[in-house]
């Protein structure tokens, strides 16, 4: 009997993958481009996928076979849930794998903001010994809004609790008491744009979310206002950003993702108080390896008989 077919749409972690070939027919294509994903999609009774891969009406239309998507990371904005639901398949992301990769990236974005590290490393580069130009500040006093009070924002607040910041949370679907047992004020949106020096965001991107940092909520902000975004692009709407940062009502943003990516030619990047980085959260070994594997044992529950044999 031939082996389910999984496809792989965008790369994963080799570790990850080792024994997947003994029990499936594993084939790779590149999901971002459109035509060969839905040439291979015909034949694929599992999909595993990162961020790259739109999985949409037309893709789940081209995958008369398919029972699974496995989204190796967390987002799943670009899966229509709604589409795979009628169409019969499960969706499954790997909640646990990356939070600790997005929680350390952001702390060393809010600190590399703060202290102007990128800069004074490529100035020391181009010959320069400049100490005054490069003067920071301590995050130690200041206060942090986290914006989105999931996995990742209680991660990021566990690890700023060790730098004295004073730190807020927005997040209506949180229950009462999670924040302050972490040591963190509860607040409302607009009180956490109007008092916080660094805001990070950890939102999904939904219609609710998307542009939520906009024009109104960049209003409230202090001038000195730091913002960070690991979550996703869309969330902060870019030219209402680029406003503020042109007329000085925000002092600096660091962007690990944006509206369109690869991000290389966004306007934004013109300005040099922003720190891009291109989309690195969850880009470490070993968040790569869990997320690949979660992917994996996903796939395995879903196409194998009690989850197909053990594997070490
Ligand atoms: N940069 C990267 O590589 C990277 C890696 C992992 C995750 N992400 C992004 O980070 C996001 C967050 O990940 P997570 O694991 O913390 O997810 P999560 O689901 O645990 O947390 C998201 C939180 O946002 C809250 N929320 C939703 N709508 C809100 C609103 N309007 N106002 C305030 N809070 C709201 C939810 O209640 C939830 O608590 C993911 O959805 C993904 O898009 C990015
Ligand atoms: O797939 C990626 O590398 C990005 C992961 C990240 O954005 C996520 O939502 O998990």
Not at 34 to 39: E, K, P, Q, S, V
Not at 98 to 112: F, H, K, R
Not at 263 to 279: E, F, I, K, M, W
Request: with cysteine; glycine share 10%.
């Amino acid at each position: 009997m031939a082996q389910p077919v999984v496809l792989i749409a965008d790369p994963l972690d080799a570790a990850a993958l080792e024994g997947l070939g003994a029990d499936f027919d594993v084939r790779h294509c590149d999901g971002s481009d459109r035509g060969r994903l839905l040439a291979a999609l015909p034949a694929a009774d599992a999909l595993i996928i990162r961020s790259a891969t739109r999985v949409d009406r037309e893709a789940l239309a081209a995958a008369p076979r398919l029972r699974i998507v496995a989204r190796a990371g967390v987002g799943l904005d670009n899966v229509d849930l709604a589409a795979a639901r009628e169409a019969g398949v499960e969706v499954v992301n790997a909640p646990d794998s990356n939070t600790t990769s997005v929680a350390e990236l952001t702390v060393g974005l809010i600190l590399a903001l703060l202290r102007h590290i990128p800069a004074a490393g490529a100035s020391v580069r181009a010959g320069e010994w400049n100490r005054s130009a490069f003067q920071g500040e301590e995050l130690s006093g200041k206060t942090v809004g986290i914006l989105g009070f999931g996995r990742i924002g209680r991660l990021v607040a566990r690890r700023l609790a060790a730098f004295d910041a004073r730190l807020l949370a927005h997040d209506p679907h949180v229950p009462d008491g999670v924040a302050e047992e972490l040591g963190v004020e509860p607040v409302r949106f607009d009180a956490l744009m109007r008092r916080s020096d660094v805001l990070t965001v950890h939102l999904p991107r939904t219609p609710a979310t998307t542009g939520i940092i906009g024009t109104a909520a960049l209003a409230m902000a202090k001038p000195t206002l730091r913002l960070v975004n690991t979550s996703r692009g869309g969330i902060v709407d870019e030219s209402a950003l680029e406003t503020a940062l042109k007329d000085k009502r925000v002092a600096g943003a660091a962007l690990d993702v944006f509206a369109v990516e690869p991000a290389t030619h966004n306007g934004l990047l013109a300005y040099d108080n922003v720190l891009p980085t291109p989309h690195i959260g969850a880009g470490t070994r070993d968040a790569q390896y869990r997320a690949g594997r979660d992917a994996v044992s996903a796939v395995r529950r879903a196409l194998l008989p009690e989850g197909g044999p053990a594997r070490p």
